[in-house]
């Protein structure tokens, strides 16, 4: 909604008329000016809702004049204020609810002032009088007035006639130009035609059917509109439309026989001849041009659309039924023969024509006299095949609106059926067993299940589909069926509730309860299988989709499902928490209520889990509440204070966004009730009780407002930053007064005010302090830009209007320096310092040259100043390239420009005109040409089109460097070049692929956004054709990935921009470089220095993204074309595998177009081409044609199959039926066919020929999903080839036409398909065989087994016949003709059937099995490793043969030995049995052995195997195991030391080390042996810390958790000789929790809980794990509690503090540029030096306390006194001189933004507060320093610090004060 400048000058005039003339009354003025005022504020307003907003408020001051007081009104101002109204309306006349608002205040006016609003409104339509051609802003007003304006629409109801001519002018105008024909003008004035025919039909009929017909301006307006159905426009919308415009003209026909006559001429669009159309008295011959379907849609959905029923039924003959079946059924069941770019729309016409048949299907009826969809129809069985085939369609939306088909189609036959009496309804059986047959990943299964529910009830259902739960939890678990199974289950408990109802209602209504369990017999174990998963996705899904469901269709539920809790069980406290959350929803009751302390402990127990998802579920539950005024408890507060600071360090990115939203919601909460309370006040006085709430909000949101400040400091970890952000953007957005117009929900009550002032009364809620401010500018520079954004969004949104003097100016010189860092992340940082100067500075002067005129704006001086400073970037480059590249690299300057006038609102009108935007193009051309050129090392590239390889680049580079030092090759130690980049080297590089992808996504931004704006005076088509020729240099001839990626993120835009354009000279300019593009490709070349083409591809990708979707996309069609031809054209006959050949280049263009998402299914019209021009493609000589023709394959096929399951049962298909597939790409079938004879043929008379394609064909036809029975029939011919194939001698063949097999088969048909290839095995070892055959026929079993077993589509005892078929022939595994491939898979095959196999079966197999495994097989036998693996597994899975292979662990060889050892990680099956006993007993038997083997796997995966077997279920460890024998240990002694010899040596990689620890660990949990021990705990220490391997960190967590806390538990069960090294223990386990990998915190955290485990807790129960945070608490608590007099506790709480040396930090902070293009990283970025000092700093003041308690503690608390106070002292006289007044400081700011600073003031403060509390409980100490001066210095540098941006945590005051 864009208002001229007329408009607002003609406001501002009426406001001063007003306000100047005397001769009103003064109450006259003054409600005059409030709503001229308004007027204006709507103008100025940029946002939509903010400008209807005004206008509403207006519209009621209006309407709120006094009739008095209109009448009063002067005569100049009656006619002005009109005229004001209604220039603004027709301002606004593309926005129809403001144009409808200022409509409302016309007619207001026309009670009063009637004859000057009509004389008004005639005189704006005075255009339909005059000779010029209408515009497209007439075209607008015009349709505002039809359709918005009741007083518009009366005028052009009287203009009519002149209208119509009018716009039968303006169409051939139109058609004539491209431009205007395909863009929104024409669209426009087709609009205008509806609307005429639409609202002025009085008018309207006369001229077609009255006495007026024949008029000559509708006979070309239909004319025209004909023209533009058929094909005039490649607009889609615009074709659409005029259907609709034709048919609305159609359905104004005074008889339904004239109307239907004319609906049956228009039928004949499809005709392919010259046609006449007659439509009441009009006629025009019609000429069909290049038919496309499209003008078959238009039509179709037109008559749909706008014809009455009188016309739809109408005959054309006497033999025919109707207008509806023979006539508009035939073109929409052609369309969905046909594979179109707009199925969707094609679909949506063929529900329309469903509604259509419902609502006539009486009347056709009687005409037919006939069931309409009775057994045997043809119109049945097409419109089940339409809508089925249509169920698994790719294209967007289709398959979503199928549920909708499916009810109309079921609707439709239920009508017949009660019509003709038919009581059988044989459909709904047939389509119950259909559904039923096909596999549960089928999409198409459950929509139509949904709507047929009703009619054959939930009992036949289940009957026939008893899979059904089953087959939800399944669909609950992959992402695109989890809606499809919510909606079922959901239509399934309406439909059986209501038949539990109506089956009760004879008795009374059922009770809940009776409800309930009914429901609970079918459904809780699923629910409840759901809610307690480990899996993510299925737990989300069934407590998003099932439990609410239940929960509102059976209240009962909610007993039954808590009563089958236990929340010490695996997943059941979640799922506790997901119903009780739920309940609270449903029902609205608070679960405080009965004040059980039982739901508040297992709250508790949830909410410090160490699970995020239970805790997340946990705090939703704590935080909501269906009332928003419910008033948070006292519990719910206290709780919410001791969660959140636990929690602000995760991971989980949607752990943060929940708890966000649940802070959100809880502040709504309090926010509500805290009005609602002072709502109360206004009443009366408030109660003490409200009075406590009140004062529980505000002080409970001024927490939450601090809490945040305190962890927003560098240093922190990015996780914990973040989530302090989301924090305290819920605060401010939830307690701002201020109305935000860009949001639909969420805005601040109205009297919001109120409450501010209330707390702000008692020195609350000052949340945009100056210091606070600084908070959020030291975090502008933070190492990650989500962090910085976030802090300048909220300085932007919150803040005050414009920061003060002093931070500007800090601010624009920092800004300056991160500017000409060399590093980009740096420069990005001064980027978004400038964009934010510009919005919160009031003034640059001073600050910036002033470069321009006089009195300029701030964006313009600002802009100057960049333009500038990039102009001297641009001249130190052209100088001096490794200068620049240090101090001036170009791309800092230009992504400040692009955020400054790109995302600051009104920055382009302000900042540019013609000559500054001109500058700017000019010095983006320049520097672009330079960068060009040092790339190339030639300055003249205009003429070269191929990009200089990387090598060529390094040469140009290095040869740059040389110029300008004589330091020569660089050589490494060994006197070799050195083939690493210099630094030099990667400064020049980056400097220039940076500048090059910053300069293309600035100048495609800056073009969309001056087009978008209509300030088309900023660039000539000269100059965007410069811009164009810019983007095509960068694209072709940069080689860099990112910045060809990057550049076409602006090109797209800007080739959108020119293509929407009406200047039909710039659409032009995006089909000019396709073409130059496309030439480019066709071209030969001379050399080969491309890969995939280079950037040839993404630019011609770019203008067909660009292309408006809503077109034909006539630049898609050429360009695929092209690319087809030429990727068909044969090679040349003395082709050279050096030289890119324009064919492989046509491909990888192909591959690029098929890859972009920017496409979308648009491509899909072409893919039947494109796969058999890669297949073909295949067989080319050119290995570089084969390889891109292999990867353009690849692209193809997951672009045309679409989804693929993704959850707990991955499945190896795709979402997409066989006959789905073909169905779309119905010319593959019988190409793909033809492959499969070819290569059948050649198999059949015994060739070997290479057929390049038959392995991807049959990869395709694997990817298929498993159809219905019904569906696969006609794939009937694939089945035979596919057996044949089994014979090929490729193993890869042989496997992949197995898996291509199963999707050809029925589930049905499985069975009887195993059945017969079992049958086709030999019988006896005698018969002849052929062992490639026998092998993929046994692959073909297994497969459509496997397939069947997992999908539950065969019975087990059904497969008796197949289990005595193959123990038949159980030959096949004994020596005779032995091939260990075919032993390999019937092993594999019986293994799948084992349950079913009889006894003496499989003593046979087992035993032939354990003979072949102790046979060494010979060099030359294929296969035979594999086979043993299996013969391993099969043999270790028999419980009475596994003891037997294991007995000879150290006799077999090398391969059993491996499997044996694999096969304890890989199988848990021995796990809780007696063979456990054994493996533990025969691996450390064979330790020693396997330790001193030289095979490294071996040794790897024998410790990890020996881990496994040893390792205890440390979650249930509540007390140690029993010692071991002095013999046992003698024995495992020595193993030990081998382990820690290595271990001290670095012996093997990590991998190896890390399994090594964990063994010895084990080993040692259960030893006295306090020098192993202390061995032991020094690896752990050397291992624990951060610069070691991620694999040994994970080691020494696991180490801890499985042994470290028996060591723990034995010391504290009186061994006091571990004591010291429990100490050590946990202090490594605190260290582990800082950990920055996860699964270290982890592993770790298990440690914790098992020792921090309640007294008395039993072995029965497992041990509940803790979160990561609350374990480290949990650890110091235990140190405290049970070692606080011991040796070493002491430095086990000092070792986490950060170091203190101030004095090198502040002197660090002051030199703060760099020229190195990396930093150095953190060894620990997790780790978080200020919290740390937070968490132990009152286990220490507790240490201290207990002073006077130990003699020996004393002791070592006066040395560390001792140490540490001059250092104290020292560092806090450094910070007591820090000059810190009220104007910010430069080199404060700087401080404030170094990372180390926080930490060590924070460590600082700790030690300070430790030594106060030594200095205060012994005497002894007081000498050192007087305690009261300590504590006097610590609280006013705390004071300082908080009024300058330092915000410490409470906790370091609070041990100052107490």
Not at 130 to 155: P, R, W, Y
Not at 421 to 441: F, H, M, N, T
Not at 1553 to 1559: E, F
Request: hydrophobic share 40%.
């Amino acid at each position: 909604m864009i208002i001229s400048s007329s408009t607002e000058c003609q406001i501002e005039a009426l406001l001063a008329s007003v306000i100047s003339e005397d001769s009103e009354a003064p109450h006259v003025k003054n409600s005059l000016c409030v709503f001229l005022q308004k007027l204006r504020d709507s103008m100025r307003s940029p946002v939509r809702r903010s400008k209807e907003r005004c206008l509403e408020e207006a519209c009621q001051i209006l309407k709120n004049f006094p009739s008095p007081l209109m009448l009063s009104l002067q005569q100049h101002h009656r006619l002005s204020l009109v005229q004001l109204l209604l220039a603004l309306q027709m301002d606004t006349a593309s926005t129809a609810s403001a144009c409808r608002k200022i409509d409302k205040m016309l007619l207001h006016l026309a009670q009063f002032y009637q004859s000057i609003v009509s004389e008004e409104v005639q005189k704006s339509l005075s255009i339909l009088y005059q000779e010029q051609v209408l515009s497209f802003k007439d075209l607008q007003i015009i349709c505002m007035f039809l359709e918005d304006s009741t007083l518009g629409q009366e005028a052009l109801r009287q203009a009519c006639p002149s209208l119509l001519d009018k716009v039968a002018e303006l169409f051939p105008f139109i058609l004539k130009e491209e431009a205007l024909r395909n863009g929104s003008f024409c669209y426009q004035a087709v609009k205008v035609c509806l609307q005429v025919f639409q609202l002025l039909t009085e008018r309207i009929k006369p001229l077609v059917f009255g006495d007026q017909q024949g008029e000559p301006s509708m006979t070309k307006i239909l004319e025209f509109l004909m023209n533009i159905i058929l094909g005039e426009t490649s607009n889609r919308d615009t074709r659409l439309l005029a259907g609709t415009a034709v048919a609305m003209l159609i359905s104004t026909a005074t008889d339904s026989e004239i109307g239907g006559s004319s609906a049956w001429s228009l039928l004949q669009v499809s005709s392919r001849e010259q046609w006449r159309l007659t439509v009441g008295g009009l006629q025009i011959d019609c000429c069909p041009r290049d038919l496309d379907g499209l003008e078959k849609l238009a039509v179709a959905r037109g008559l749909l659309t706008c014809c009455k029923k009188d016309i739809l039924i109408s005959r054309h003959t006497n033999n025919g039924t109707c207008l509806l079946l023979d006539g508009l059924f035939p073109l929409i069941s052609t369309l969905h023969k046909k594979k179109l770019n707009y199925q969707y729309h094609v679909f949506q016409v063929f529900i329309m024509w469903l509604k259509s048949l419902k609502e006539c299907l009486l009347e056709i009826s009687e005409m037919i006299d006939a069931p309409l969809l009775g057994q045997g129809s043809s119109l049945r069985h097409t419109l089940a095949q339409i809508i089925w085939n249509n169920a698994e369609s790719p294209v967007e939306g289709i398959s979503d609106s199928v549920r909708s088909a499916f009810s109309l189609f079921l609707e439709i036959y239920d009508l017949d059926c009660q019509h003709s009496g038919d009581s059988e309804k044989s459909l709904y059986v047939e389509l119950l067993q259909r559904i039923a047959e096909l596999p549960w990943e089928s999409k198409a299964k459950y929509s139509p299940l949904s709507a047929l529910l009703p009619y054959v009830g939930t009992d036949k259902v289940l009957e026939q589909y008893p899979a059904l739960p089953c087959h939800i939890l399944k669909c609950l678990s992959t992402n695109y069926l989890a809606p499809c199974a919510s909606e079922i289950y959901k239509s399934f408990l309406q439909e059986q509730r209501q038949e539990l109802s109506i089956a009760q209602s004879k008795d009374g209504p059922p009770t809940e309860l009776y409800l309930a369990q009914q429901w609970a017999q079918l459904w809780q174990p699923m629910v409840l299988t759901a809610l307690t998963s480990d899996v993510t996705l299925l737990h989300n899904n069934g407590s998003s989709y099932l439990l609410p469901s239940t929960l509102r269709c059976f209240p009962g539920a909610f007993d039954t499902l808590l009563c089958a809790l236990d929340p010490t069980a695996s997943g059941h406290l979640q799922a506790w928490v997901c119903i009780m959350s739920a309940q609270r929803s449903s029902s609205g009751h608070s679960p405080w209520a009965s004040k059980s302390p039982v739901a508040m402990d297992t709250l508790r127990l949830a909410l410090s889990s160490l699970d995020d998802n239970v805790r997340l579920a946990a705090f939703n539950f704590l935080c909501c509440s269906p009332k928003t005024k419910e008033a948070p408890t006292q519990m719910e507060y206290s709780t919410m204070k001791g969660f959140l600071p636990l929690n602000l360090n995760s991971e989980s990115s949607p752990f943060r966004q929940h708890l966000q939203a649940g802070v959100k919601k809880f502040l709504v909460r309090i926010r509500d009730s805290c009005m609602a309370s002072l709502k109360c006040q206004r009443k009366s006085v408030l109660s003490e009780e409200e009075e406590r709430e009140l004062e529980y909000g505000v002080d409970f949101v001024e927490w939450l407002a601090y809490l945040p400040l305190t962890y927003l400091v560098p240093g922190n970890s990015f996780q914990r930053k973040k989530t302090a952000l989301l924090l305290l953007n819920a605060v401010l957005e939830t307690y701002s007064d201020c109305w935000s117009p860009d949001r639909k929900k969420g805005q601040p009550p109205a009297n919001m005010s109120a409450l501010i002032n209330w707390a702000r009364d008692r020195g609350k809620w000052d949340f945009f302090s100056r210091s606070r401010q600084l908070v959020l500018i030291s975090n502008l520079e933070d190492s990650t830009n989500e962090i910085r954004e976030q802090v300048a969004d909220l300085l932007v949104r919150f803040f005050p209007c414009s920061l003060q003097g002093d931070v500007v100016s800090v601010l624009l010189s920092r800004a300056q320096s991160l500017l000409q860092s060399p590093r980009v992340q740096e420069a990005q940082m001064g980027a978004l310092i400038v964009k934010l100067l510009l919005q919160k500075c009031a003034s640059l002067n001073g600050l910036v040259a002033e470069c321009g005129k006089q009195h300029e704006v701030q964006s313009a001086k600002l802009i100057g100043h960049l333009l500038k400073s990039l102009e001297q970037h641009y001249v130190t480059a052209k100088e001096d390239m490794l200068l620049a590249a240090r101090s001036s690299p170009l791309h800092g300057v230009v992504s400040a420009l692009q955020r400054c006038l790109l995302e600051v609102p009104g920055a382009i009108t302000e900042g540019l005109d013609h000559s500054v935007t001109v500058h700017i193009l000019s010095l983006l051309e320049k520097i672009t040409l330079l960068l060009l050129g040092v790339l190339y090392g030639d300055h003249h590239t205009d003429d070269k089109e191929v990009p200089p390889s990387f090598c060529d680049m390094g040469n140009a580079i290095s040869s740059l460097i040389g110029q300008g030092a004589s330091e020569g090759v660089q050589l490494d130690e060994d006197g070799e070049e050195n083939v690493l980049l210099s630094e030099e080297h990667s400064l020049i590089l980056t400097c220039c692929w940076v500048t090059l992808k910053e300069i293309g996504i600035f100048l495609g931004l800056l073009v969309e956004r001056i087009l978008s704006c209509k300030e088309t005076h900023l660039l000539t088509v000269e100059e965007l054709q410069r811009a164009s020729k810019l983007f095509k240099d960068i694209i072709l001839k940069c080689r860099h990935w990112g910045a060809v990626e990057g550049c076409c993120i602006g090109f797209i835009k800007f080739c959108s921009a020119l293509l929407t354009s009406y200047d039909p000279q710039l659409r032009a300019i995006p089909g000019n470089m396709l073409q130059q593009g496309l030439s480019v490709l066709q071209a030969p070349r001379a050399t080969s220095v491309t890969r995939r083409a280079a950037g040839l591809p993404m630019l011609i990708l770019s203008v067909l993204a660009a292309e408006e979707n809503s077109t034909s996309r006539p630049l898609l069609a050429h360009s695929v074309n092209t690319l087809l031809e030429t990727a068909r054209s044969p090679l040349p006959q003395d082709w050279d595998q050096t030289v890119d050949l324009p064919q492989v280049c046509a491909v990888h263009t192909l591959q690029t177009l098929v890859r972009g998402s920017s496409l979308g299914l648009n491509i899909l019209q072409y893919a039947s081409s494109i796969t058999m021009l890669s297949l073909t493609l295949l067989s080319s000589p050119c290995w570089a044609m084969r390889n891109a023709a292999l990867q353009l394959y690849s692209s193809l096929c997951s672009r045309m199959l679409g989804q693929r399951p993704a959850g707990e049962e991955v499945s190896a298909q795709h979402c997409i039926s066989p006959t789905a597939f073909f169905s779309h790409y119905p010319d593959l079938q019988p190409f793909l066919q033809g492959a499969l004879e070819s290569a059948a043929a050649d198999l059949h008379e015994g060739r070997l020929s290479l057929h390049p394609s038959l392995y991807p064909v049959l990869t395709l036809l694997a990817k298929l999903q498993p159809g219905a029975q019904e569906q696969t029939h006609t794939l009937s011919d694939f089945l035979p080839l596919l057996l044949q194939l089994a014979a090929s001698p490729l193993y890869a063949v042989r496997v992949m036409s197995s898996r291509a097999l199963v999707a050809m088969i029925p589930p049905t048909e499985y069975l009887a398909s195993v059945l017969r290839l079992v049958g086709g095995l030999p019988q006896s070892k005698d018969s002849p065989c052929c062992h490639n055959l026998i092998h993929g026929q046994l692959l073909q079993i297994k497969a459509i087994l496997l397939r069947a077993l997992q999908t539950n589509n065969v019975c087990v005892s059904s497969l008796s016949d197949v289990v005595e078929g193959l123990e038949a022939r159980i030959w096949l595994v004994s020596p005779p003709r032995r091939c260990p491939l075919v032993q390999q898979e019937f092993v594999s095959v019986l293994k799948l059937l084992r349950d079913n196999c009889s006894k003496t079966s499989l003593s046979q197999l087992c035993s032939l099995l354990l003979e072949e495994i102790h046979r060494a097989p010979h060099t030359l036998e294929l296969g035979s490793v594999s086979f043993h693996q299996s013969a391993v597994q099969f043999l270790c899975e028999q419980p009475e043969w596994a003891w037997k292979v294991w007995q000879n662990l150290s006799n077999e060889s090398t391969v059993v030995q491996l499997s044996l050892i694999k096969w304890i990680k890989e199988g848990q099956s021995w796990k809780k049995t007696s063979l456990q006993k054994v493996l533990v007993r025969t691996m450390q038997d064979n330790l020693k052995e396997a330790l001193l083997d030289q095979d490294v796997e071996y040794r790897r995966a024998y410790l990890a195997s020996l881990v496994e077997v040893l390792s205890p279920d440390v979650l249930a460890v509540t007390k140690p195991g029993p010692p071991l024998s002095e013999a046992e240990e003698a024995g495992l002694q020595h193993c030990v030391e081998i382990l820690l010899d290595d271990l001290q040596d670095n012996r093997g990689g990590p991998e190896l080390l890390s399994q090594a620890l964990c063994a010895v660990s084990l080993l040692l949990s259960q030893s006295m042996n306090l020098t192993l021990l202390q061995r032991w705990c020094v690896l752990l220490e050397k291992h624990s810390h951060a610069e070691a391997t991620e694999a040994l960190r994970l080691a020494c967590a696991q180490a801890l958790s499985m042994s470290g806390a028996a060591v723990v538990i034995r010391s504290l069960r009186n061994v006091p000789a571990l004591k010291t090294l429990s100490i050590r223990l946990i202090s490594i386990g605190v260290h582990l929790l800082q950990d920055e990998c996860q699964q270290v915190r982890t592993k770790a955290a298990v440690f914790a809980s098992v020792l921090c485990q309640p007294e008395g807790h039993g072995s029965s129960q497992s041990c509940f794990l803790l979160q990561v945070n609350q374990s480290l608490s949990s650890l110091l608590d235990l140190l405290l509690k049970e070692f606080w007099d011991s040796e070493g506790t002491l430095e086990a709480l000092v070792c986490h503090l950060p170091e203190c040396d101030l004095s090198i930090i502040l002197q660090e902070a002051k030199h703060t540029q760099c020229s190195s293009l990396y930093e150095q990283d953190e060894a620990n970025v997790f780790l978080e030096p200020s919290v740390i000092s937070e968490t132990v700093l009152p286990y220490l003041i507790c240490l201290a306390k207990r002073y006077p308690e130990s003699s020996s503690l004393a002791e070592g608390l006066d040395q560390w006194a001792s140490q540490n106070v001059a250092s104290v002292r020292e560092n806090l006289d450094v910070c007591m001189k820090l000059q810190l007044g009220d104007t910010l400081n430069p080199d404060w700011l700087s401080v404030l933004m170094k990372p180390r600073f926080h930490g060590n003031l924070c460590g600082l403060f700790a030690r300070a507060a430790f030594l106060l509390q030594l200095l205060r409980v012994s005497d002894k100490l007081y000498a050192l320093l007087d305690p009261l001066t300590l504590a006097q210095d610590l609280l006013a540098l705390h004071t300082k610090l908080s009024m300058t941006g330092v915000f410490l945590s409470n906790i370091f005051i609070n041990s100052v004060t107490e």
